[in-house]
């Protein structure tokens, strides 16, 4: 089993950064990729962000060139460094990781962003 839990959420003015961890814990190596999602008020959850072990990257069109996940390996926490945040940003992010042969979904708890003046 793995167990994720983030951390680094917070309240920042537009225009700031926040730097979003992800620590996992358990069976670690059995992750085969990482990612974050965010659900706003009203909306859907969406994919932000995602890594796999090889190192290949995804990312939404609304972040792109602002948000830069990192992950080095599993016993590293991957992070969500994120610059110029605007209000829409605003969500609860959470970390996501498929592990296993059966590629399992495993969330974390979430971590709250505000992005507000």
């Known amino acids: 089993q793995v167990q994720l839990v983030e951390s680094g959420g917070g309240l920042v003015q537009p225009g700031g950064s926040l730097r979003l961890s992800c620590a996992a814990s358990?069976?670690?190596?059995?992750?085969?990729?990482m990612g974050w999602y965010r659900r706003s008020s009203g909306k859907q959850r969406e994919l932000v962000a995602g890594i796999t072990r090889g190192g290949s990257t995804y990312y939404a069109d609304s972040v792109k060139g602002r948000f830069t996940i990192s992950w080095d390996n599993a016993e590293n926490p991957m992070y969500l460094q994120m610059n110029s945040l605007k209000p829409e940003d605003t969500a609860v992010y959470y970390c996501?990781?498929?592990?296993?042969?059966?590629?399992?979904?495993?969330w974390g708890q979430g971590t709250q962003v505000i992005v507000s003046s």
């Open positions: 996501h990781a498929v592990a296993g042969i059966i590629r399992s979904d495993i």
């Open positions: 358990g069976n670690i190596f059995s992750i085969n990729s």
